[in-house]
């Protein structure tokens, strides 16, 4: 995800300069009258400044605008199409004393933009989302972080948002622990199964699918009971161990009975993991096809790095015996998942599965 920064002024491009030197995959661009006062990697431009944002809108999925806004808003405002299709976008003035999130600012990330850019230079963010306002967390964000965002429930998104930003109480089930999520719930009321049978249909329960290990005929009450709406990560890691020569209908038996036990869906699952010595496993690589998942394997000093370094990934003498480390399923998805497990090593018609996720980086998680 890269970012640009747009400039005009000698006094900009100095300030870009010092920005560029804080992020990742970041380019400035400057007309090329200015290109006798830097001695930086710049790209300089001699085309018309709306070419520039043109072709700048179509290769960044952020930009930074260190010039005045309404400049920035004439020249971006034919382009703009969809919150899930924009940019994020920021403006900051020459003196980088205030930055502005002005377009995609929970979708799009210009509202963690405007707070990087904050911590790294000390400039004064200026966001105007109302959850943000309210110190509130909001439910887009929560879905675009778990992979789950679609666009065709934005109406629940706007509602749900609106009754956190009004302080109307809104609550949030999860079947995974969310201090794996690293999610802002700020204004959300955590609640358990239990809890939600004491709602009504005035009432938002959100849930966040995982591993449910819960009563199923609860469950079915609360979804009927409480206008229930559920976010089903779609950015879960399958770590699987097997036989040599497991039969492709053997794990998709496997699966197909994991993800019934735990009310799953295959289409949650972004990645598959194992150990190198299944790297030309059939039956895996057929799973693996039939999903659409990439599949990842690692060798034996990895996996045990991964083992050494928890005490909670089950052990097996077995299974050292077979593939020299002890734990395969787990420690696979283990280590893709950076010890986010939500479901440890299950075995199922004599196939090894354990599930993990993938969250979406934050700065403390640095």
């Known amino acids: 995800m890269s970012t640009g920064i747009l400039v005009l002024t000698n006094k900009a491009l100095a300030n870009a300069i010092k920005i560029e030197s804080l992020l990742e995959d970041a380019t400035i661009y400057a007309p090329s009258k200015l290109k006798a006062d830097s001695e930086f990697k710049v790209d300089f431009y001699d085309e018309k400044f709306s070419s520039i944002v043109d072709k700048a809108y179509k290769l960044h999925s952020k930009l930074i605008f260190i010039m005045a806004t309404g400049i920035v808003v004439r020249s971006v405002a034919h382009m703009i199409k969809d919150k899930t299709l924009d940019p994020a976008?920021?403006?900051?003035?020459?003196?980088?004393?205030?930055?502005?999130?002005?377009?995609?600012?929970?979708?799009?990330?210009?509202?963690?933009?405007?707070?990087q850019l904050a911590d790294l230079i000390g400039c004064i963010p200026v966001i105007t989302t109302a959850t943000d306002v309210n110190n509130k967390g909001a439910l887009d964000i929560m879905a675009h972080e778990l992979g789950a965002y679609d666009n065709s429930q934005r109406d629940i998104y706007k509602a749900i948002n609106y009754n956190l930003a009004t302080g109307k109480k809104v609550y949030l089930l999860s079947d995974i622990d969310l201090n794996l999520l690293n999610l802002d719930i700020r204004g959300f009321e955590i609640i358990t199964l239990q809890d939600a049978l004491d709602l009504d249909k005035d009432e938002y329960v959100i849930h966040i699918r995982g591993a449910f290990h819960g009563d199923k005929a609860i469950?079915?009450?609360?979804?009927?009971?409480?206008?229930y709406y559920e976010i089903k990560p779609q950015n879960l890691v399958l770590g699987i161990g097997c036989r040599r020569n497991t039969s492709y209908e053997k794990i998709q038996e496997g699966l197909n009975a994991l993800c019934d036990k735990y009310l799953l869906e295959e289409s949650q699952i972004k990645t598959i993991a194992s150990i190198e010595l299944k790297k030309n496993e059939s039956g895996i690589i057929e799973l693996a096809s039939k999903l659409s998942a990439p599949f990842i394997t690692y060798d034996t000093a990895t996996l045990d790095k991964a083992i050494s370094s928890t005490d909670t990934i089950e052990a097996s003498d077995f299974v050292k015996s077979i593939a020299g480390v002890s734990s395969v399923a787990e420690a696979s998805a283990y280590k893709l998942s950076k010890g986010k497990i939500i479901l440890p090593k299950q075995i199922i018609n004599g196939v090894t599965f354990s599930l993990g996720i993938i969250t979406k980086y934050r700065k403390e998680e640095a």
């Open 89 to 115: 976008i920021v403006v900051m003035d020459e003196e980088v004393k205030f930055c502005i999130s002005l377009l995609g600012g929970h979708i799009a990330g210009a509202n963690q933009l405007a707070n």
């Open 219 to 227: 469950l079915k009450i609360v979804q009927e009971n409480t206008s």
